[in-house]
């Protein structure tokens, strides 16, 4: 068998393969993705786990459908990797003398695979079969895999689905290893960016988790990709291509955490979660001399329990204020407006909704003032707040629309952008306990 020195965020997608079913590994161009699972069916196949091993094993034979694209690239990468180039049978991750016959050749395409027999180390004979997505879904029909599927590069969702099917009266599992170039695709959605079902996993490999290039080597492979495929082929998030709204790189943007000076102005942004929308909230600080907003702090949750939200942001400044959307005057089933629940829970809420000075609360130009800001350098983020990254690097367009989805923290952004103008330096004399109401309100604002 070849020799195999995983990554850690290789040894990682192994190791998820002992109580998840579905695996994603979406990784940037040339980082070993292919060699890992190929190691890993190779070993599934023959029995022969190393020491080191903690991912799934399986106690006898197992049998396999291991695909790509075409049968070019099936024969290219899958094939390749586990069998060797050229037909010199052995090189790749399977032992040649664990290869039982001489393989069974495709009759529609030179040097293809059909199919091969490996020797188990239980004395049985695994079996493996390559595949193409071209052949269409009913070439994916019929059969039981006790082993499982490899998925090399995105398959169609119809292709995915009919591969679940063939492992669902098994042990067996599913693994993708991808480079997500075609976007936010219905399979990439089920793992990214938070895997849809309990039995999914994923995990995501840029070039930097790829040991075999030297820094010089990752500047000089990132440059050379062009600036919107740039995520996509150095850190494996999927691509958007023109449609993408924030071509910002994350490097130019982001930067380390530091205590924010006190004549910093602060002030927090809501967006209340409903229906499948988790609650989103950031803090901002802006430093008024130079212009400067920097997103210090970032919060995501679906739970719909208010008490919990508030519990989470309290460590973000008992004098914080917070703006909020237009739709928290709606009813909180009979508890009254959203915004008030807040209030009573303990939040600094703004009297009113978000709203520019001149009026109304326009998404698309909260768009196009916050790409200005990063634009010109007026606009940074604390470079671990992951999940605004996440998002951002999935904000995008299609057919000329917004799409509103995974956006709970820019939105919250957002609101908090539209009030800028009432961020107020904190004051350590303020509590945080709930508003009393009186004549005198001093969260009430006018415009100047």
Known sequence: ?????????????????????????????????????????????????????????????????????????????????????????????????????????????????????????????????????????????????KGGIWFDEEPPADIYSEGLARISATSGCVFLTMTPLLGMS??????????????????????EDAGHFSEEEREHVVAAYRPHERDARARGIPLLGSGKVFQI????????????????????GIDFGYGDHPFGACRI??????????????????????????????????????????????????????????????????????????GGYSTEACVQILMSRMQTGRFKCFEHLDQFWNEVSMYHRKDGLLVKKNDDIISALFKALMMLRHSRVRDLGMSFAPKVHSEFDPFDFKEA
């Open 1 to 145: 068998m070849a020799v195999y020195q995983p990554y850690p965020k290789q040894r990682e997608f192994h190791r998820l393969g002992a109580t998840k079913r579905e695996r994603g590994l979406l990784a940037a161009n040339q980082t070993g993705k292919t060699s890992c699972a190929g190691f890993e069916v190779a070993i599934h196949m023959t029995g022969q786990y190393p020491p080191w091993w903690e991912g799934k094993r399986y106690i006898g034979p197992t049998n396999w459908w291991l695909a790509n694209t075409n049968n070019e690239t099936t024969r290219d990468n899958p094939q390749r990797v586990l069998l060797g180039d050229n037909r010199d049978w052995g090189t790749g991750t399977v032992p040649k003398s664990c290869i039982v016959r001489e393989p069974t050749m495709s009759r529609g395409f030179p040097d293809l695979v059909d199919t091969f027999q490996v020797r188990h180390t239980s004395g049985g004979i695994s079996s493996g079969q390559f595949k193409a997505y071209d052949q269409g879904r009913m070439k994916w029909q019929g059969a039981t895999l």
């Open 186 to 207: 219905d399979v990439v959605m089920h793992f990214y960016p938070t895997p849809s079902t309990p039995q999914r996993a994923l995990i995501q490999m840029d070039i």
């Open 249 to 268: 790189p994350q490097d130019v943007i982001s930067v380390k955490p530091f205590d924010i000076p006190e004549h910093y102005a602060l002030l927090g």
């Open 285 to 358: 600080a802006w430093d008024r001399d130079a212009d400067i907003v920097y997103l210090t702090h970032a919060y995501k949750e679906a739970q719909p329990v208010p008490a919990i939200h508030v519990s989470a942001l309290r460590p973000w400044g008992k004098d914080l204020r917070y703006a909020w959307p237009h739709d928290g005057g709606r009813d909180w089933g009979g508890a009254g407006p959203v915004a008030e629940v807040y209030r009573k829970e303990g939040l600094r809420m703004m009297r009113s909704h978000s709203t520019f000075k001149e």
